[in-house]
């Protein structure tokens, strides 16, 4: 009997966790996401509140129309 085949089964092992790099990598990324992500946002934001804006005076301009 061979000492290296001592009743022991290669079996795959686990998938390993991420190297320290790959972590680095991937908080990178989620943190490029959420700034892409906020920037969106805050220029719907911006854009919704223009629009609001718009309606609002169209509605006091017909507010005013027919008070007159």
Same mark, same amino acid.
Request: aromatic share 4%.
């Given at each position: 009997? !061979?000492?290296? @085949? @001592?009743?022991?089964? !290669?079996?795959?092992?686990?998938?390993?966790?991420?190297?320290?790099?790959?972590? @680095?990598?991937?908080k990178?990324?989620?943190? !490029?996401?959420?700034?892409?992500?906020? @920037?969106?946002?805050?220029?719907?934001?911006?854009?919704?509140?223009?629009? !609001?804006?718009?309606?609002?005076?169209?509605?006091?301009?017909?507010?005013?129309?027919?008070?007159?």
């Open positions: 009997m !061979e000492p290296s @085949a @001592a009743g022991r089964k !290669e079996r795959p092992r686990p998938r390993e966790p991420p190297s320290r790099l790959e972590k @680095a990598k991937q990178s990324a989620q943190q !490029e996401l959420k700034q892409r992500q906020r @920037a969106e946002i805050y220029a719907l934001n911006r854009v919704m509140t223009e629009l !609001e804006q718009q309606q609002f005076d169209s509605f006091c301009k017909q507010m005013q129309a027919s008070g007159e």
